[in-house]
């Protein structure tokens, strides 16, 4: 037979095992006080009894049978619950308050009184010890032991009522504890269910408390987080490619179209065809690049980054770059401080490379350019900074727009992704990308973590 759903909970499971746990803690507690206490009791008893055996066998009124007897008698008489027989050697009782026919051989031994206080026929146990006397009669000396037998069966009575209710408590705390993990493990099946079927922006719920629960459940949360923001990477990718592509493709369409319709002289022919091949590169450039930034975005492997020498890093990019600004009439210097920082070293080199791109192409000859890298606090700051003409501020947030470019560049060469890029390589590091105003000019600032 199956059991309910509800009790086949790990949280129920659990709350079992550690009530059988519970339950063997207390079983080990209990028996340590019942040795303790009923042992102690007991030891007491028999202390009691063998000094009472001892002091009526010095009596110097004990040497016969007669002066034993009434040692025997008094004994009993000042001590409430002291019990006592004397037999002779045929077994006739000289002296005491117990029945001979309950003697039952000598030493150490526990004898029960008839009674009808007890439904077992047995009134008080008595704790005794008796001795062969050289005349071959019994002396027995004993002690009323009912209260070291209420004792034993008060703990016991206490174990099992204590045993009782932890096992009901535990059982009840299983059942709610269980009935609540059960209630959020609802909430979070429904939530999924919702995301299965398109609800792309519904989270799993959490109570805030954070408990292991509400860890696992951030955690999904934060994976689907990232994997919104992948597909709206790739939506945002889509919509370029059909919105921002559409004009250049056309453009070839009727290029080529107009030389289908008219006749044209070889040179003509060459000429168009040349130009296809530009737009055709421009378009082929430009989804190399829209690829580049989804790859970057959607990079999560953290064995790429390596510790980068900040100098070493600036000095590459200068290097590279040397050749482009000397081209154009441009002077480009770099400076770094000495330091390290953990990064991938390849997609900085190209962050810093486009940034250096963008400040020859969109700059005049005789323009000073500089890249520099820095410590501050916590974070690295890594910049390219021209005394050209700048961006206008009302500009600086749209510049990062896929395919957006200013009115004064259209005539340069590109594809408006570059600063895109470089936004996706400072957010694949943890960072975050600015543009300043440096008087005159443009300074481009990126604020990445140590690592």
């Known amino acids: 037979m199956r ?33 303790y206490a009923v042992g102690t009791l007991q030891a007491e008893l028999r202390g009691t009894v063998a000094a009472r055996l001892e002091a009526i066998l010095a009596d110097e009124d004990a040497a016969n049978s007669a002066g034993l007897a009434r040692s025997v008698t008094e004994t009993i008489a000042e001590n409430p619950g002291a019990y006592g027989l004397l037999l002779d050697a045929a077994g006739r009782r000289l002296a005491g308050n117990l029945p001979p026919a309950r003697l039952e051989g000598t030493g150490w031994v526990t004898l029960r009184l008839p009674g009808p206080e007890d439904d077992r026929g047995d009134s008080h146990p008595i704790l005794t010890q008796a001795i062969r006397l050289p005349d071959g009669g019994t002396l027995l000396i004993g002690q009323d ?26 059982l009840a705390g299983g059942f709610l504890v269980s009935r609540s993990v059960l209630r959020r493990i609802a909430g979070i099946g429904q939530a999924g269910q919702a995301i299965m079927r398109g609800d792309l922006a519904r989270r799993l719920p959490t109570r805030g408390t954070d408990d292991e629960l509400d860890q696992l459940v951030e955690g999904f949360n934060a994976l689907l987080d990232r994997i919104g923001a992948l597909m709206e990477a790739m939506r945002q990718v889509t919509n370029d490619i059909a919105h921002d592509l559409r004009t250049p493709l056309s453009r070839l369409r009727n290029r080529l179209g107009e030389v289908r319709r008219r006749p044209r002289g070889a040179a003509e022919y060459e000429a168009a065809i040349d130009r296809s091949i530009t737009d055709s590169d421009a378009i082929l450039d430009t989804f190399a690049a829209l690829l580049r930034i989804a790859q970057i975005e959607s990079i999560a492997d953290e064995a790429r980054l390596a510790p980068v020498h900040a100098p070493t890093l600036v000095a590459t990019v200068v290097e590279l770059y040397q050749p482009l600004a000397e081209d154009r009439g441009q002077a480009l210097s770099g400076e770094a401080e000495d330091f390290r920082f953990r990064g991938d070293r390849e997609l900085l080199i190209q962050m810093l490379g486009n940034l250096v791109d963008n400040a020859c192409r969109h700059t005049g000859p005789g323009t000073r350019i500089r890249v520099g890298g820095q410590v501050r606090g916590e974070l690295v700051l890594l910049w390219v900074q021209d005394d050209g003409p700048g961006i206008p501020a009302a500009e600086r947030d749209r510049v990062f727009r896929r395919f957006y470019r200013l009115e004064a560049s259209r005539t340069t060469p590109g594809s408006g992704l570059g600063l895109s890029l470089v936004e996706a390589i400072a957010g694949r590091h943890g960072g975050s990308v600015s543009l300043q105003d440096a008087a005159p000019g443009l300074r481009v600032e990126v604020l990445l973590p140590v690592g």
């Not at 550690?18 to 080990?28: D, G, M, N, Q, S």
């Not at 032991?145 to 096992?167: C, M, P, S, V």
């Open 145 to 170: 032991a009912f209260t070291a037998e209420e004792l034993d069966e008060l703990i016991l009575r206490a174990f099992a009522l204590g045993g009782a209710l932890t096992l009901a408590l535990a």
């Open 3 to 35: 059991l309910p759903r509800l009790f086949r909970t790990t949280a129920f499971r659990l709350t079992g095992l550690f009530a059988v746990l519970l339950l063997l803690c207390i079983a080990v507690l209990f028996a340590t006080i019942h040795w």
